[in-house]
């Protein structure tokens, strides 16, 4: 892992580097006096107006502050460019995925492990920033960004089609057992348990990451770059289930990620395995529809499920900034209890406190498990991006070949391994 981490932190050298010579520039972050203008990089194409919204009401209280919004569709490689062109952005919503830990560990973000303004985050969340930028630096144990909002993974109930089938839509599933029976049942009294999208792969992650959280720890998969576990260990049994779970999918289950999101809107199956943000979609197509969100159970152990979730934003500050004090002003108003939770009404998501709030009735379901603390990061986070899992899945749907979905992900781990290890 150390001698991965070298050639990582070496493939990211000129990011580091483009960091260093903003350093040199900032003067150690003095601010200037006067009016200030302010970067604010914010990557939620789909917040774009909330987030217009917020900053509107920061400025009417700051007149000396001005934010320049970059809204962008493309965040990874656009803050690649800015990094390597000196141009960092002051402050900063990012994705909390693999390419956080990759920006986090390379020093282009503000560390705020020890700041008081993560007193009263879910420990969990920050655990989860913390061990992405642990992929890259073994070391560390930092977290370099605050946990802004959360989503989840799982699946969509309607709850209507539910009853109809004679189950009890306030008392969903808590075991795999139960799940399986429950899609039984409902394919008995003669409705599609699943409603499937396999003509884009990358819709099968979501079920497979929600069964590998309860099922594969996160720490299982140092073992894969230490060379003392392989897929076949830690995904084998995440993939025969995720075999049978397709088997309760509707007769054809190749269609789009939108078609899907339309049939199950218009009743055509009983649930929509997906995440969070796919709730509002169906609400534009059936407003009237009655639904809940649910944890998918991987075990037949009720204590043992833990919520597939994440820091679906991270707020962050430039470590270079050359205008902190604003900065933090900046972050601090985004980061009140009440702007939170008309973020997460508006974005269909969780805030990031210990007391953590739903901003949907259908989320109420899977509240505990961020209040519990029982969550885990997605699957796909902890393998590199270039591995083609969706593709992979896609043909493990299609074959139903375990044997060859984690030989396939074996090998594409090898050989990126032989390429970066020296």
Avoid at 49 to 73: C, M, R, W, Y
Avoid at 282 to 311: H, S, Y
């Amino acid at each position: 892992m150390a001698a991965k981490t070298r050639s990582i932190s070496r493939a990211i050298a000129a990011v580091c580097a483009g960091a260093a010579c903003v350093a040199a520039l900032a003067g150690c972050g003095t601010s200037t006096a006067g009016n200030v203008t302010l970067e604010f990089f914010q990557y939620k194409v789909e917040a774009v107006s909330q987030f217009k919204k917020l900053v509107k009401g920061f400025e009417a209280e700051h007149p000396n502050i001005t934010i320049d919004i970059i809204n962008t569709a493309d965040a990874a490689t656009d803050l690649r460019t800015r990094f390597v062109k000196n141009k960092v952005p002051d402050v900063l919503t990012v994705d909390g995925g693999r390419y956080f830990g990759e920006f986090a560990a390379s020093g282009i973000f503000q560390d705020f492990t020890d700041d008081e303004i993560l007193d009263n985050i879910n420990p969990q969340m920050v655990k989860l920033l913390k061990d992405l930028a642990k992929l890259y630096d073994t070391s560390a144990d930092r977290a370099y960004g605050i946990p802004f909002a959360g989503n989840a993974n799982g699946y969509v109930v309607n709850v209507d089609l539910w009853r109809q089938a004679g189950l009890d839509p306030d008392n969903l599933p808590e075991t795999w057992s139960e799940f399986i029976a429950a899609m039984k049942q409902i394919q008995q009294a003669g409705i599609t348990p699943i409603e499937g999208s396999l003509a884009e792969p990358w819709t099968t992650q979501a079920p497979f990451a929600s069964l590998a959280g309860t099922l594969v720890p996160i720490s299982e998969y140092s073992k894969l770059s230490g060379g003392t576990a392989t897929f076949a260990d830690l995904w084998g049994p995440v993939a025969e289930k995720e075999v049978e779970f397709y088997q309760y999918t509707q007769d054809n289950p190749g269609v789009t990620y939108q078609q899907a999101t339309q049939d199950f809107a218009n009743g055509k199956a009983a649930i929509l395995p997906l995440g969070t943000y796919v709730v509002p979609q169906v609400r534009m197509v059936n407003p009237d529809i009655n639904v809940k969100f649910a944890q998918l159970p991987a075990t037949d152990d009720p204590d043992e499920q833990v919520l597939t979730a994440g820091d679906d934003t991270v707020l962050t500050i430039s470590a270079t900034t050359k205008h902190p004090k604003e900065s933090r002003m900046f972050v601090e108003f985004l980061m009140d209890e009440d702007r939170l939770k008309e973020y997460a009404e508006s974005q269909f998501c969780f805030t990031p406190f210990k007391d953590t709030y739903a901003g949907d009735e259908a989320l109420q379901n899977i509240l505990h498990f961020y209040k519990e603390g029982r969550i885990a990061d997605f699957a796909d986070h902890y393998i590199p991006s270039s591995m083609t899992m969706a593709g992979s899945l896609q043909s493990l749907l299609t074959t139903g070949n375990v044997e060859a979905f984690t030989n396939s992900m074996q090998t594409q781990w090898d050989q990126i391994q032989a390429r970066t290890v020296q």
